[in-house]
């Protein structure tokens, strides 16, 4: 049973996502595979290569894989995808673009954001922004997955590193062009690798408001995520958004701050080990996943955990 | 230019659903149903594009049961002009769904498919990838703007680091995020005009498709709940307990 992994990178670093990528294809496979795809993504290979339980790293390295179009990844994919049974992508915007095209193309099923593996064929996932849990068979004989990656280890470094080995990318006649992209630069943890998260939400009140947070993240090492409200009024950028239809993140500690809980929200936190809520009215919902509740102005909150910490 | 646009009916965003006590789904009811919300600004868009002149005719497609009509009815109310009803279970898989679409891209050809990015039931998020993959046309996901020409679209897109623009020849396929319009309100009239716009009925047979199962329900759970937590009166006492007691913070 061979697996094949899909790297999550930037074309300088391998994200820790990929490790947890590799955690969930050893639970179905005894051979795990990762294709790297990118653009002068040599040391994103050589990092692959040292992954614990990796038999060996594939990579295409081309111009004009830097920005990846779906199409060309899928296209990657499936020059190789029939020597594999399992082929695992992370559920990030990069992943839920590409991986299902490479299922319909293989005339087979994706089964989107699995956070356990029960048996070769037999998975779990949320549904209704996580009110349930699904467990879901597949009759596949290739079993295409995206991977909700915080709900998996890091797989470790082994001492010793995979073989590599270069594919062939042939580009496809764009349909479709990369024109421009606008990345967040921030000196902060990413929200998917930080071990602190704080978040905030309409209760900030404004945009200057919202960077209060950031000195308590400053003292905290945490990375900032906020509600849709916050995003939708303008208080923070999009990439920020937690919840259902935003990133799901599971870190240490997470701070939610003048946020209500919703549900849509709570579908990209309460996994979280220890969640603390701030919020001036007692019967917000969110005070029901809270470890810690603390029922007070967030303003006031603030100016003292600031003081103390 | 014509705009085919997917419509799904789905349980209100707003309701909280339960999983049944024999563990086979969640209990749906007599809950309150509604367009799914990405699909309505799906719909939103492509009349927006029509009222710019930019497309001549939006035509509104969803699967499922009959109920699902009342959904079509709510697409053109918001201004679709008629809509196919492709009958069917509510809970065909995803890649039959972009089978079925396949069909009706066929015979209607499009220059535009617009679809939710993913539905608030199931959170799929792969029927407008696999039409397009099985289409080949190409696809923007997860789209904030969409900027119409004659022979291209170019969309921009929320991705996990921020922002990035693509551009498509068309025909394409372009799946919409909450942040790239906000529906309008449906108003009397448009919902009175919308009873006599016409919804062609058709089945998966009479379009050729033949749907088939790729994965089985085996149970539905309730996730497991979070211990009982405390509230604790001030910021002195919440720094000391993630100090000294959770141990997350120095
Ligand atoms: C299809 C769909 C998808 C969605 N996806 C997401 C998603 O991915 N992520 C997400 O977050 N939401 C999502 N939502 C929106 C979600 O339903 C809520 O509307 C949103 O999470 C509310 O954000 P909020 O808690 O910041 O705002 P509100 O619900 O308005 O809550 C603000 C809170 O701040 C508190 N507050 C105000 N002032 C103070 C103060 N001075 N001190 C202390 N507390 C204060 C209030 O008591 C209140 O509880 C989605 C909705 C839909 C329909």
Redesign the interface.
């Known amino acids: 049973m061979k697996a094949l992994v899909i790297a999550e990178h930037?074309n300088q670093k391998l994200k820790a996502a990929t490790r947890a990528l590799v955690t969930a294809a050893l639970q179905t496979a005894d051979q795990v595979d990762v294709l790297v795809a990118g653009s002068a993504c040599g040391a994103v290979v050589t990092a692959a290569t040292r992954i614990a339980g990796v038999s060996s790293v594939r990579f295409a390295d081309h111009d004009s894989l830097g920005?990846p179009?779906?199409?060309a990844l899928?296209a990657l994919v499936l020059t190789i995808s029939a020597e594999y049974e399992f082929i695992l992508a992370a559920a990030?915007?990069?992943g839920?673009?590409?991986?299902?095209?490479?299922?319909?193309?293989l005339?087979?099923?994706?089964?989107?954001?699995i956070t356990a593996v029960v048996d070769r064929s037999?998975f779990v996932r949320?549904?209704?922004?996580?009110?349930?849990?699904?467990?879901?068979?597949?009759?596949?004989t290739i079993k295409i997955m995206t991977v909700r990656t915080s709900a998996f280890a890091e797989a470790t470094d082994a001492a010793v590193a995979a073989p590599v080995a270069a594919l062939e990318f042939k580009p496809l006649a764009g349909?479709?062009?990369?024109?421009?992209?606008?990345?967040?630069t921030s000196s902060r943890p990413d929200l998917a690798a930080a071990r602190?998260v704080i978040s905030g939400g309409r209760g900030l009140g404004s945009a200057e408001n919202f960077r209060l947070l950031d000195k308590l993240a400053d003292k905290?090492g945490a990375g900032i995520g906020a509600s849709?409200a916050a995003?939708?009024s303008g208080y923070a950028?999009?990439?920020m958004q937690i919840g259902?239809?935003g990133?799901v993140v599971a870190p240490?500690?997470y701070i939610a701050i003048g946020i209500s809980g919703a549900?849509?929200h709570l579908a990209g936190m309460?996994d979280s080990?220890?969640?603390?809520a701030i919020n001036k009215d007692?019967e917000a919902p969110i005070?029901q996943?809270?470890?810690?509740?603390?029922?007070?102005d967030l303003f006031?909150?603030l100016q003292?955990?600031e003081a103390?910490? | 230019m014509k705009i085919l646009v997917a419509v799904k009916r789905t349980?209100d965003?707003y309701v909280?659903?339960r999983?049944r006590s024999d563990n086979t789904g969640?209990d749906l009811a007599n809950l309150k149903m509604a367009m799914n919300p990405?699909c309505e600004i799906a719909v939103e868009e492509a009349v927006r594009l029509k009222e710019k002149g930019l497309a001549t005719e939006v035509i509104a497609v969803t699967i499922g049961s009959d109920k699902a009509q009342e959904q079509l009815r709510e697409a053109m109310a918001l201004g679709a002009d008629r809509s196919i009803h492709i009958q069917a279970g509510d809970e065909l898989?995803?890649?039959n769904i972009?089978k079925l679409l396949k069909a009706v891209v066929l015979k209607e050809q499009p220059s535009l498919v617009l679809l939710g990015?993913?539905s608030?039931?199931?959170?799929?998020?792969?029927?407008g990838?696999?039409?397009?993959?099985?289409c080949d046309?190409?696809?923007?996901?997860?789209a904030?703007r969409v900027e119409l020409s004659s022979d291209k679209v170019?969309v921009s897109?929320?991705?996990?680091?921020?922002?990035?623009?693509?551009?498509?020849?068309l025909p394409?396929v372009v799946t919409t995020?909450?942040?790239l319009n906000e529906p309008r309100f449906k108003k009397l009239p448009e919902i009175m005009k919308a009873r006599k716009k016409p919804i062609e009925v058709v089945t998966p047979a009479q379009l050729g498709v033949e749907i088939k199962?790729?994965?089985?329900?085996?149970?539905?759970?309730?996730?497991p709940p979070?211990?009982a937590?405390?509230?604790?009166k001030?910021?002195?006492e919440?720094?000391d307990?993630?100090r000294n007691e959770?141990k997350?913070?120095a």
Do not use: C
């Not at chain 1, 996943?289 to 007070?296: F, K, N, R, T, W």
């Not at chain 2, 990838?129 to 099985?134: D, I, K």
């Open positions: 930037d920005h179009l779906a199409e899928a990030t915007t990069t839920k673009s590409f991986l299902p095209r490479v299922a319909a193309l005339d087979v099923a994706q089964i989107s954001e037999t949320p549904i209704y922004a996580g009110s349930a849990l699904a467990t879901i068979r597949s009759s596949d349909k479709a062009t990369f024109v421009s992209e606008n990345l967040a602190v905290l849709r995003v939708d950028p999009n990439d259902q239809t990133k240490d500690l549900i849509q309460k080990k220890v969640i603390v007692a005070f996943v809270a470890d810690y509740g603390l029922v007070a006031t909150a003292e955990m103390l910490l | 349980i965003a909280k659903v999983v969640v990405f898989e995803p890649l972009a990015k993913q608030i039931d199931s959170d799929n998020n792969q029927v990838q696999m039409l397009a993959a099985l046309m190409p696809q923007a996901t997860f904030s170019v897109r929320e991705v996990d680091g921020g922002e990035q623009v693509l551009s498509l020849q394409s995020d909450l942040r199962s790729h994965l089985t329900v085996v149970s539905v759970i309730d996730p979070r211990k937590g405390v509230i604790v001030t910021a002195a919440l720094v307990k993630l959770a997350v913070i």
